[in-house]
C-alpha cells in the first residue's frame, strides 16, 4: 500500500501535466477500442456461419472469374458433402448510386443451409413460386423503409438484362432475421430469374457453398472437390467461409492494414508523448528519489516506482479509453443498427488492450526507470 501511495501522491503532484497526458491515452485506447470493434465484425462474418462445417468453392483466379454451373452436381457426389448451394454476387444501387445494396442470387438449397436467417415458411414458398422475389433483411427493410409486396427497382452493378437494362424489377416476398444484424443488410433472389433474364453470364455462379458432415474431413474434402477441376479452365480453390469472407473483404479494402497502420501512429505518438511526461518528472524529482534511496530504497526498488508509475498511467487512461469506446459502440449500434459494422468492445478486445498498456507503460518507462536507478544521491542532493 505505501508503495501505491507513493506512486499516486507522485502523479497528483503534476496535475496539469498528467491530466493532458492521461487525456491522450484515452483517446488513443478509445479510437483502439473502436477499430478493433470495426475489425472483429468483419472477422466475426465468416465466422458466424459455422465455418467448421462449411466450404465455398470459388474459382482460383478471383471470385468475379465464374464457375459452370454443371460442377454443382459432381460436388454434390464428394463423400461427405450433405448439401450444395450456390450465390453470386449481383450488386445494386436503389434510387441513387449511394445506396448500395449487397445483393445476391442464389440457389436452391440456400434456405436449407442458413438455418440462422430466420424466414417463415410462407415467405419461402412465396419466394420459391415468384419468378421475380426477392427476400430482404429486415435492417435492410427498415432502411428504405420497405414492406411485403412492394416492387423496388435496383440498378445492376455487373449484370444487364437483356436488351442492355440494367434496372432490374423486384417483388419482396419475405423478409428475414438473423442473430448477427449484419447480415441483415443483404438482399436474396433467385438464380433461376438471373440465368433467364440476365445479358450475359448465363450457365455460370459465382461460387460454391458445401455443408460438411464431419469437419475434420474437410481438408480431404476440399482437395476432392478441387479435383474435379483441375487442368481445366476454371480451376477452384475450397476453402472455409472465415477465409473466404477475408478474401472478398481483401478485394475492396485491406481492413487488418488499415487497423494496424492508424493505431500504430496513434501508438507511436503516445509513446513520444508519455515517455516525455515520465522523462520530466523523473528530472523533476531527482531530490525526492535521492531521499528514497538515503531512506534505504534501493536501485531496484526507484526501478520499479518508476516503471510502476508509468504503467499506471497508461492503465488508468487506457481503461477510461476502452469504456468510452464501449459505450460509444453501443450509443452508435442504437442509433444506425446493424448499417454500422461494429461488435461490442468485449472481453478479447480488453484482453488485447490490457497488453498494450503494459507494454506502453513498461517502454515509455524504461529510460526514465533507468536514469533514477542510475541516480547518485550526492550529485542529486547537491543539484547537479
Not at 161 to 171: A, I, N, P, V
Amino acid at each position: 500500500m505505501k508503495f501505491l501511495h507513493l506512486i499516486w501522491g507522485a502523479l497528483m503532484r503534476r496535475k496539469a501535466r498528467t491530466a493532458f497526458t492521461l487525456l491522450s491515452v484515452v483517446a488513443a485506447f478509445l479510437l483502439f477500442g473502436l477499430l478493433e470493434s470495426v475489425g472483429s465484425a468483419f472477422t466475426q462474418v465468416g465466422q458466424s456461419i459455422g465455418a467448421a462445417h462449411r466450404l465455398i468453392t470459388a474459382a482460383k483466379t478471383g471470385l468475379m472469374t465464374p464457375l459452370p454451373v454443371s460442377l454443382e452436381r459432381q460436388i454434390h457426389t464428394v463423400p461427405g458433402v450433405q448439401v450444395v448451394t450456390s450465390e453470386t454476387f449481383f450488386g445494386g444501387t436503389y434510387q441513387k448510386p449511394s445506396n448500395f445494396i449487397n445483393v445476391l442470387a442464389v440457389g436452391r438449397n440456400f434456405w436449407h443451409l442458413n438455418t440462422s436467417m430466420r424466414l417463415s415458411a410462407g415467405a419461402r414458398r412465396a419466394f420459391a413460386q415468384t419468378q421475380t422475389g426477392v427476400i430482404v433483411g429486415a435492417a435492410l427493410a427498415r432502411r428504405f423503409h420497405w414492406k411485403v409486396g412492394d416492387q423496388i427497382p435496383i440498378k445492376a452493378m455487373i449484370y444487364p438484362r437483356k436488351g442492355g437494362s440494367y434496372t432490374w424489377t423486384f417483388d419482396i416476398v419475405g423478409m428475414f432475421r438473423d442473430r448477427m444484424t449484419l447480415r441483415e443488410q443483404v438482399m436474396f433472389f433467385r438464380w433461376r430469374y438471373f440465368d433467364e433474364a440476365a445479358q450475359f453470364g448465363r450457365g455460370t455462379v459465382g461460387w460454391y457453398v458445401e455443408q460438411i458432415g464431419e469437419p475434420k474431413q474437410a481438408g480431404r474434402i476440399a482437395q476432392t472437390i478441387d479435383a474435379l477441376s483441375s487442368n481445366s479452365g476454371h480451376e477452384t480453390r475450397t476453402q472455409t467461409s472465415s477465409a473466404f469472407a477475408a478474401d472478398f473483404y481483401s478485394q475492396y479494402v485491406d481492413l487488418g492494414l488499415i487497423v494496424h497502420a492508424i493505431m500504430g501512429a496513434v501508438f507511436f505518438t503516445l509513446m513520444l508523448l508519455t515517455g516525455n511526461t515520465m522523462a520530466q518528472a523523473v528530472r523533476e524529482r531527482t531530490p525526492e528519489l535521492a531521499v528514497l534511496k538515503t531512506l534505504g530504497f534501493s536501485n531496484r526498488a526507484v526501478l520499479s516506482l518508476v516503471l510502476a508509475e508509468s504503467v499506471l498511467l497508461v492503465l488508468l487512461g487506457g481503461a477510461l479509453g476502452l469504456l468510452l469506446a464501449g459505450a460509444t459502440v453501443h450509443v452508435l449500434q442504437g442509433q444506425m443498427g446493424s448499417q454500422l459494422p461494429m461488435l461490442p468492445v468485449a472481453g478479447a478486445i480488453w484482453l488485447r488492450g490490457a497488453i498494450a498498456m503494459v507494454a506502453i507503460g513498461l517502454v515509455v518507462g524504461a529510460l526514465p526507470a533507468r536514469r533514477g536507478m542510475r541516480l547518485s544521491i550526492v550529485n542529486a542532493l547537491a543539484g547537479r
